[in-house]
Nanobody
Framework: QVQLVESGGGLVQPGGSLRLSCTAS????????TGWYRQAPGKQRELVAT???????NYADSVKGRFTISRDNAKYTVSLEMNSLEPEDTAVYYC?????????WGQGTQVTISS
């Protein structure tokens, strides 16, 4: 079955950095668009960034210039490097993979930005 295992969340001070990683299994990873979404308390889940197998990326305006998404098709991983973190980045971050009619989510990892 499909599994997405996330890691790297935690508590960091404003201005700090975190790196999230997601390892997939049970899919042909290279076919899938991969990405990260987040959901803050009381808000809807929103796109953070996506990356296609060809390396093309898409970012939410709120994270452009601060976050970098990358993937390794050989290792079935997608990562999110987050810099200059702000309290507004506090949320549960979810890994996502999608291809045609298939759409899968990780269990989520908490990211908290606080002094």
């Amino acid at each position: 079955q499909v599994q997405l295992v996330e890691s790297g969340g935690g508590l960091v001070q404003p201005g700090g950095s975190l790196r999230l990683s997601c390892t997939a299994s049970g899919i042909t990873f290279s076919l899938y668009v991969t990405g990260w979404y987040r959901q803050a308390p009381g808000k809807q889940r929103e796109l953070v960034a996506t990356i296609r197998s060809d390396g093309s990326t898409n970012y939410a305006d709120s994270v452009k210039g601060r976050f970098t998404i990358s993937r390794d098709n050989a290792k079935y991983t997608v990562s999110l490097e987050m810099n200059s973190l702000e309290p507004e980045d506090t949320a549960v971050y979810y890994c996502n993979v999608r291809y045609e009619g298939w759409n899968y989510w990780g269990q989520g990892t908490q990211v908290t930005i606080s002094s």
